[in-house]
């Protein structure tokens, strides 16, 4: 072996084990600020390891008797995090409406009468609101709905509003269900898509969260 030859050998040696430590620190720093990163460097842009969230009650069926009643409520999503605790729990605001007979088209399923969406503007995060005053949405909304008034949702923060009778086309799945159209077309505002949804079920007279689209903001 040549001295050059030597040299590089020497260096390549030395080299490497320095890199793969620098390597191990990273990923150990990035595990302290992010516990529920998963599948290391590379999914630093991937959605938290979930874990089992226990369906959890949006509504009672007798709050919700009339056309356009509203309840908000909260569904807490469960995602891994790697400390002694091994969950940690999100807090997802979310309305539930009862939507109008004219409204549904297939009357033959009881889920149908009932619209359930997170708060979480898609836009950049903020929460939005339940407006069912047309002169409250057009002064405090800047949107002016057509009549007949119906109730939209509407983001405070950027002005989104979102049309709870009409769907927009928009692709993705929830609880393993692809679905193409959505509630809540925007019709105001920079929002870039209808609210998330939440996939649920109707038992003993009550409304239960089972599941929750994911995602960020746009």
Sequence with gaps: M????????LKAATTIPIIGGAVLAMHS?????????????DSMMAPPDTAPSPPQVAAELSE???????KDFIYVRNSVEYSSRKTQGAKIPGFVVRLPDEFVTDKSDPKNFYLIVQRICPHLGCTFNW??????????????APLPFHPYFACPCHLSVYDPTHTQA??????????????????????????????FDIKDGKILITDTEGGGVG
């Design 131 to 144: 407006v069912p005053d047309r002169d409250n949405l057009h002064g405090g909304y800047n949107y002016l």
């Design 2 to 9: 040549n001295e050059n030859t030597r040299r590089t050998f």
């Design 170 to 199: 928009i692709s993705g799945t929830v609880d393993g269900h692809a679905f193409d159209k959505l509630r809540g077309k925007v019709v105001s505002g920079p929002a870039p898509r209808p609210p998330r949804t939440m996939s």
């Design 29 to 41: 720093i990035l595990r302290y600020f992010k516990p529920t990163m998963a599948g290391g460097l």
């Design 64 to 70: 919700l008797m009339t056309p356009w009643a509203c």
